[in-house]
């Protein structure tokens, strides 16, 4: 590379020797060839990288695809779980009123002071706090029955086996 370098630098300098006009260093002529002729290596050197897929051995290919693969996996069952995650979530804020609902998710799911939800709402802050800690309640029984309906459908499918 290094090699290549010089050899466009000194053809280049060779080829424009009549457009320098001697105002500056002949040095500082070479230079600026140079570091313009470098530039542009680097800048198509990225734009063109040297390796492509067609030059990786049978056993890269294979390895890269299988990191690929796996890679897809993963995203592919990330967002099933992000998916199924959304739906419970729904589900269970699906028990509470529009109004404890909001002060939830103000509070809990955005961080919101208990003052900044009173402001936002118009409710005093004392029934702010009695909304989310209502709705609290709510959620954990909500999940409580939910853990307890999937408890009970795995024995029963246990006993159906047996």
């Not at 470098?38 to 049978?58: H, S, W």
Request: some cysteine; glycine content about 6%; charged content about 35%.
């Amino acid at each position: 590379m290094v090699e290549e370098a010089a050899q466009e630098v000194f053809l280049k300098a060779f080829t424009q020797l009549a457009s320098y006009e001697g105002r500056g260093s002949m040095e500082g002529w070479l230079t600026k060839i140079a570091t313009n002729t470098c530039l542009n290596m680097v800048r198509g050197a990225k734009r063109r990288p040297e390796q492509t897929a067609a030059d990786l051995t049978e056993n890269e290919n294979e390895w890269l695809d299988e990191k690929l693969s796996s890679v897809a996996n993963a995203q592919h069952r990330s967002a099933e779980r992000d998916l199924i995650a959304a739906d419970l979530a729904d589900r269970v804020l699906g028990v509470l009123s529009p109004e404890d609902r909001l002060a939830l998710t103000m509070i809990d799911g955005d961080d919101a002071t208990i003052k900044e939800v009173a402001e936002v709402t118009g409710w005093s802050e004392s029934k702010v706090k009695v909304r989310a800690f209502r709705a609290r309640r709510k959620v954990r029984e909500a999940m409580e029955k939910l853990i307890g309906v999937k408890k009970q459908q795995e024995v029963d499918l246990r006993t159906a086996g047996d």
